[in-house]
């Protein structure tokens, strides 16, 4: 443990320059810009408290105690998510300006690969984070979670499956804000046209009210009945709001404002040139990290 200011310099230092990875791999464990941070300090203090002279590998220190800190607490969050109001969906974090989440880490952090990885075990959560993410070798993840190296690369071989059964053909940054661009423009006036010819035949509306606002507390599946959602309720939604451009987990989406109120960061996810979810961040103990913009 840290006894002298210098080696309390030495121990923020190490522990500062940790932080935007350790932070990533909670968030994307999580989901929770506020569970992650609680898992950080967590990590903070038992970092602080260790004899940090007879660690030989600071970095595999923080981020072992990261990763299981995360393992418990999502196993923990699954059993609360079961009686959350409405779809739950992942904190949206503000990947320009927001420079904890650190260049590093915003690969992966899209709102569409975090509900993906909610499908997966807290486990496979974590063995598929740090290797396809943060690109750990196996024997390390091995330590990390508790397991053997031979069944950690099961634990991604089975991420990576599920995963990439769900996942769609994703199409450019350029093309994903010109849909959403299109999509909210169509929205605001409710042209329900404008909208079906926007959306996939399959495509997914999520609502995240989470029982503070109102919202819809099911998915909305279908071109038809979410165009026809988004159109029945625009002139009461979007009237006297603002809508902002914004980057949020590393893709294009839009802040809306009600003066200096957020209501909410809507994104979509698009593949073969529509959009087949659309997100709507409405829960207000989520949108702290965004600023209404006058």
């Given at each position: 443990?840290?006894?002298?200011?210098?080696?309390?310099?030495?121990?923020?230092?190490?522990?500062?320059?940790?932080?935007?990875?350790?932070?990533?791999?909670?968030?994307?464990?999580?989901?929770?810009?506020?569970?992650?941070?609680?898992?950080?300090?967590?990590?903070?203090?038992?970092?602080?408290?260790?004899?940090?002279?007879?660690?030989?590998?600071?970095?595999?220190?923080?981020?072992?105690?990261t990763t299981r800190l995360s393992i418990n607490a999502a196993t923990?969050?699954?059993?609360?998510?079961?009686?959350?109001?409405?779809?739950?969906?992942?904190?949206?974090?503000?990947?320009?300006?927001?420079?904890?989440?650190?260049?590093e880490n915003r690969a992966g952090t899209s709102v569409a690969v975090?509900?993906?990885?909610?499908?997966?075990?807290?486990?496979?959560?974590?063995?598929?984070?740090?290797?396809?993410?943060?690109?750990?070798?196996?024997?390390?993840?091995?330590?990390?979670?508790?397991?053997?190296?031979?069944?950690?690369?099961?634990?991604?071989?089975?991420?990576?499956?599920?995963?990439?059964?769900?996942?769609?053909?994703?199409?450019?940054?350029a093309d994903q804000s010109r849909l959403l661009d299109a999509f909210?423009?169509?929205?605001?006036?409710?042209?329900?046209?404008?909208?079906?010819?926007?959306?996939?035949?399959?495509?997914?509306?999520?609502?995240?009210?989470?029982?503070?606002?109102?919202?819809?507390?099911?998915?909305?599946?279908?071109?038809?009945?979410?165009?026809?959602?988004?159109?029945?309720?625009?002139?009461?939604?979007?009237?006297?709001?603002?809508?902002?451009?914004?980057?949020?987990?590393?893709?294009?989406?839009?802040?809306?404002?009600?003066?200096?109120?957020?209501?909410?960061?809507?994104?979509?996810?698009?593949?073969?040139?529509?959009?087949?979810?659309?997100?709507?961040?409405?829960?207000?103990?989520?949108?702290?990290?965004?600023?209404?913009?006058?």
């Amino acid at each position: 443990m840290a006894t002298d200011a210098t080696d309390l310099d030495g121990s923020v230092a190490v522990f500062t320059a940790a932080r935007p990875r350790l932070f990533g791999i909670a968030y994307r464990m999580l989901g929770s810009v506020s569970e992650a941070e609680d898992i950080v300090q967590d990590t903070w203090l038992k970092w602080h408290s260790a004899e940090q002279n007879s660690i030989r590998n600071p970095d595999a220190f923080l981020t072992t105690i990261t990763t299981r800190l995360s393992i418990n607490a999502a196993t923990s969050a699954r059993r609360t998510r079961e009686t959350y109001v409405g779809p739950w969906l992942p904190d949206p974090v503000d990947t320009h300006a927001d420079p904890s989440i650190g260049a590093e880490n915003r690969a992966g952090t899209s709102v569409a690969v975090l509900l993906l990885l909610e499908t997966l075990t807290p486990r496979e959560r974590a063995a598929y984070v740090l290797r396809e993410t943060f690109d750990y070798p196996y024997s390390r993840i091995a330590d990390i979670v508790g397991t053997t190296e031979p069944a950690t690369r099961q634990l991604v071989s089975r991420a990576r499956t599920h995963l990439h059964t769900a996942e769609r053909i994703p199409v450019d940054s350029a093309d994903q804000s010109r849909l959403l661009d299109a999509f909210i423009a169509a929205a605001r006036v409710g042209d329900l046209a404008r909208l079906e010819s926007l959306l996939a035949e399959d495509v997914v509306s999520r609502s995240d009210g989470g029982g503070v606002v109102r919202a819809s507390k099911f998915p909305v599946v279908g071109r038809d009945r979410v165009a026809k959602f988004v159109r029945a309720f625009a002139d009461r939604f979007w009237a006297g709001t603002t809508v902002t451009p914004v980057h949020a987990n590393g893709q294009p989406a839009v802040v809306v404002a009600r003066g200096d109120v957020v209501c909410a960061v809507i994104s979509v996810a698009v593949s073969d040139a529509v959009i087949d979810t659309v997100l709507w961040q409405m829960n207000p103990t989520k949108l702290s990290g965004f600023a209404a913009t006058p």
